[in-house]
């Protein structure tokens, strides 16, 4: 059982579990409590979670890589964009997928997460906007850290078209809540990013050789981020 994570309240309903590089987040309403992703190590995230709220606890994951989903077993249960089934399956993603998709809500009572659709990173990724704290639970698509554009199904122009769509909603939120980098970040960080990527595709970017787990990469440094593809 992995014992070097971190919680941290962020209000009295609130708080995020940092695994390591990847953080994860616990958002509890009148009637039930979401678990958003599990981690990298966190095989006991499900009874973290339990022992922060006495409401039963669901999962959603903002998608299946292996990062995300550690502690997915204890659940029977996965909030799960359908697009992202065969990816989180090839991690070996368990339980029985409940899917959701753009516009759906999940209401934990008196308190309303909207899912929003972000493919490009993984085809199924997703952020929640939660209204009553006017943040962005983004996944990994917005953050300041790290983004891996590489392997299967990744795809920089989706990534790019999904940015520019989320810029038009930054009036919805105040923060950004990402699963790796700095928290919060602003909403300014959106249209860093589709800047970012414009410029990687117009081959305006020199890339610097890097390796991920003994696989030749691409790192793009853009300022606001780290472009990872490949070679």
Wanted: net charge negative; aromatic share 6%; with cysteine.
């Amino acid at each position: 059982m992995n014992e070097s994570y971190r919680i941290i309240q962020i209000d009295d309903q609130t708080w995020r579990v940092e695994d390591g590089t990847v953080r994860v987040y616990l958002l509890a309403g009148a009637a039930s409590a979401l678990l958003i992703d599990t981690g990298m190590t966190l095989k006991n995230a499900r009874a973290i979670a339990e022992s922060l709220t006495d409401k039963p606890v669901k999962l959603l994951c903002t998608h299946g890589d292996p990062d995300h989903i550690a502690g997915n077993a204890a659940f029977p249960e996965v909030y799960l964009h359908p697009d992202e089934e065969e990816n989180y399956r090839a991690f070996g993603g368990p339980g029985t997928i409940c899917p959701v998709r753009e516009g759906d809500v999940l209401d934990l009572g008196g308190r309303a997460l909207e899912v929003i659709e972000l493919p490009g990173h993984t085809p199924g990724s997703i952020a929640l906007l939660d209204r009553s704290r006017r943040a962005l639970i983004s996944g990994d698509p917005i953050q300041n850290g790290r983004i891996f554009m590489f392997g299967p199904a990744r795809d920089l122009r989706q990534y790019l078209a999904s940015l520019r769509r989320l810029q038009r909603r930054v009036g919805e939120f105040d923060e950004i809540w990402p699963a790796h980098g700095d928290f919060p970040v602003k909403p300014e960080l959106i249209a860093l990013l589709a800047t970012g990527a414009e410029r990687v595709l117009a081959g305006q970017v020199t890339w610097e050789p890097g390796d991920m787990r003994g696989k030749p990469i691409r790192v793009y440094d853009v300022g606001c981020a780290r472009f990872l593809m490949e070679q």
